[in-house]
Nanobody
Framework: QVQLVESGGGLVQAGGSLRLSCAAS????????MGWFRQAPGKEREFVAA????????YYADSVKDRFTISGHNAKNMVYLQMSSLKPEDTAVYYC????????????????????WGQGTQVTVSA
């Protein structure tokens, strides 16, 4: 089992950058593929980015491709989401999620695939 805690959210102007962090507890963190999702007010939770258990593969939603970068560091039990060129439409609560998997290169973009979730961190981008 793993517990996830996000941090790094805040208020930023359009065009700015933020880095979100997700701290994971548990000895088997390296057995998890990780993902970031977000949920804006009145909207469904949507996929943002995913990283494989091995850390060698990543996948992004079209809306954030070339602006966001997901990375992980198994030795530190951390996953990051570097967000650049932020837009007002990126405003949402961002969630870190983990999926226990035996596939080193598996990538998962459906929220139903994930077993564990953090509490979320608010990102607000002003125009």
């Amino acid at each position: 089992q793993v517990q996830l805690v996000e941090s790094g959210g805040g208020l930023v102007q359009a065009g700015g950058s933020l880095r979100l962090s997700c701290a994971a507890s548990g000895r088997t963190f390296s057995s998890y593929a990780m993902g970031w999702f977000r949920q804006a007010p009145g909207k469904e939770r949507e996929f943002v980015a995913a990283i494989s258990r091995s850390g060698s593969s990543t996948y992004y939603a079209d809306s954030v491709k070339d602006r966001f970068t997901i990375s992980g560091h198994n030795a530190k039990n951390m996953v990051y989401l570097q967000m650049s060129s932020l837009k007002p439409e990126d405003t949402a609560v961002y969630y870190c999620a983990g999926k226990l998997t035996t596939y080193y290169s598996g990538l998962y973009y459906d929220s139903y695939d994930y077993n564990y979730w953090g509490q979320g961190t608010q990102v607000t981008v002003s125009a």
